[in-house]
């Protein structure tokens, strides 16, 4: 595949990771939430990425210096910023976390969504 072809969704990923969050220190807050990510596309820099991920339940401190775009496709989450708003998300929903969120991501129940992120430099 060439970075100029079309992405489907619906084609095998470039590839799988699997993480269990707690394995970064201090970033969950409840629960023992596992991610998997299905990579589908990688700009040349590395600052672009998409894909399609899933969680388990769980909360965590939300992953800041980068752009996401997000559409649920199953599940139940919730977005909490740093002043305690809250905003909840199903299937069929989408938004956009700017670079610069500070908050929350808590997973009521596994949830799958397509994302797009923006990478930022520190």
Same mark, same amino acid.
């Given at each position: 595949m060439s970075q100029h072809d079309v992405v489907n969704f619906a084609d095998a990923p470039l590839k799988t990771s699997e993480r269990r969050l707690a394995d970064l220190p201090d970033r969950v807050v409840e629960g023992d939430p596992q991610h998997e990510t299905k990579l589908r596309f990688e700009s040349p820099d590395g600052a672009l990425i998409a894909g399609t991920w899933t969680s388990t339940p769980g909360k965590w401190h939300a992953f800041t210096q980068r752009d996401e775009f997000c559409y649920i496709l199953s599940g139940h989450c919730k977005l909490i910023d740093e002043d305690g708003k809250v905003q909840t998300f199903h299937a069929g929903d989408?938004?956009?976390i700017p670079n610069g969120f500070r908050g929350y991501w808590e997973i009521i129940?596994?949830? *799958?969504?397509?994302? *797009?992120?923006?990478?930022h430099d520190e």
């Open positions: 989408a938004f956009l129940e596994t949830t *799958v969504k397509h994302f *797009v992120i923006r990478q």
